[in-house]
């Protein structure tokens, strides 16, 4: 169909015209736009209508896109840790036993991070994220120099939540002695976050069974007294269960939600290994998670035997896609992550009427965007939302011919290579491929030289 012209206000002059063969705005009830332009103005969509249209009535305005392109919205990211594992990425073996990659790989990493390290490994994960077409993420809590993160977000251009390492665990690095040190380590996000027009300071915890009760509640207590989100890990592997089954006799989400910790306002990582209690306290609470599928396989954690996300969705519980760490999921590509996502549950369910590729990309945009709280902002492209649009050149080869359902095609066929131009809040972030406001060669040159250094320090060699 042609576009027709949306509510918006024409008077503002656009600052930019994103025009695509076809839009998918991700919103509720919508069918694809065709020859469509979106104009943004001030980092916000303010209309959306037929290109020659606004084209005609903006003559002056700069363009993006156009012919052989599709626009979807920004994808949303929910699980990625920024920090750590990029600049070893895709070095832990693949086939180490159950929590030797964390403890004898990731921490050590982590704790021989400098400032300068969080800074470039934040840029370089958020430089490919951009890249595949996803302008905001979700930071998973491993941060030991949140201030250096930020500037990595700012480097790049795009949106997200940050926080810091929240565990009180005896003896490890970066974690608090104490319930109070912790917070303090989130407060400090907030206060550095405040005002900022993209990237929003979310409460994190390092989750698992590393963390007091007494930490998680005052966590969760802080989360609501701020208006925010907080996220943490929960059950990506059985071994959660058996902590808390040993230690307070309930399986994890069952204690949490005894403890209040759980609500509207919590964005689980993972969630995997969840038994009928614990799923049934989550959708009472209104509790999100974010679903991290390339992790769980390449880390053989038991999701095409124990994952019920799916049917948590079905029974109205709210579901993000993120892609976790760069050793786990490996690559930050959401669509791809989307692809695998639907995959999974028709293969699990023996049922291929089973959450299809709409569904799934549902829960890479405006569902993601529901789950962590933020639908009125990201998640879809419409009238007062911020500009995150995605622009996936429908000219490679995978795009021919056309599918008359772009969403199979897009889904089914691409990923985040096919992604040509991003624009996160009205400014293109990406162009033909590349970043705009940063130098992706220069950092990778800085990005050799600090693995060497990193491998040495923390001992990895």
């Not at 380590?185 to 300071?201: C, F, I, K, P, Y």
């Not at 772009?406 to 990406?430: E, I, K, M, T, Y």
């Amino acid at each position: 169909m042609t576009a027709a012209p949306t509510n918006g206000s024409p008077a503002t002059p656009p600052e930019l015209l994103v025009l695509a063969d076809t839009v998918l705005t991700m919103e509720p009830g919508s069918t694809p736009l065709a020859n469509a332009a979106i104009a943004v103005a001030d980092g916000r969509i303010t209309v959306i209508g037929p290109a020659s249209e606004l084209q005609a009535a903006h003559p002056d305005a700069p363009t993006i896109g156009g012919p052989g392109h599709l626009a979807i919205p920004g994808l949303i990211n929910a699980h990625q840790h920024l920090t750590g594992d990029r600049l070893i990425r895709s070095m832990i073996p693949d086939d180490l036993e159950p929590g030797r990659s964390i403890f004898e790989w990731a921490v050590p990493a982590h704790a021989a991070h400098t400032g300068d390290d969080d800074e470039l490994s934040a840029t370089l994960s958020l430089i490919e994220a951009a890249c595949n077409g996803v302008t905001f993420t979700v930071e998973a809590g491993t941060v030991a120099h949140p201030d250096r993160v930020l500037a990595g977000f700012d480097a790049v251009g795009v949106g997200g939540t940050l926080g810091s390492w929240g565990w009180d665990v005896s003896g490890e690095p970066w974690a608090g002695d104490t319930v109070d040190e912790v917070l303090d380590r989130q407060r400090v996000v907030q206060e550095l976050t405040a005002g900022h027009v993209r990237v929003d300071g979310w409460v994190t915890l390092v989750g698992h069974d590393l963390m007091s009760d007494e930490l998680v509640v005052a966590a969760s207590d802080m989360a609501r007294r701020n208006d925010t989100g907080i996220t943490f890990h929960l059950s990506p592997s059985d071994s959660d269960t058996a902590s808390y089954l040993e230690r307070t006799g309930k399986r994890p989400a069952v204690h949490l939600d005894d403890l209040g910790a759980l609500g509207s306002h919590v964005l689980l990582g993972h969630g995997v290994h969840l038994g009928d209690d614990e799923l049934d306290r989550l959708l009472s609470t209104d509790t999100a998670i974010a679903y991290c599928p390339w992790a769980y396989l390449r880390l053989g954690q038991g999701v095409t035997r124990a994952g019920r996300h799916v049917e948590f969705i079905q029974r109205g519980g709210r579901v993000a896609i993120g892609c976790d760490a760069e050793n786990a999921g490996d690559a930050i590509d959401v669509l791809g992550a989307t692809a695998l996502a639907a995959g999974l549950a028709k293969d699990m369910a023996m049922d291929p009427t089973a959450f299809g590729a709409h569904a799934a990309l549902h829960h890479a945009t405006l569902g993601a965007a529901d789950a962590l709280g933020m639908a009125d902002e990201i998640g879809s492209i419409a009238v007062g939302k911020r500009a995150d649009i995605a622009l996936v050149d429908t000219t490679r080869p995978e795009w021919v011919p056309l599918s008359p359902d772009p969403v199979l095609q897009l889904v089914w066929a691409s990923d985040g290579r096919s992604v040509r131009h991003v624009v996160s809040s009205g400014q293109v972030v990406v162009r033909d491929g590349e970043p705009t406001l940063v130098d992706r060669a220069a950092l990778a040159i800085d990005a050799r030289a600090r693995h060497h250094r990193l491998v040495e320090a923390a001992g990895l060699g």
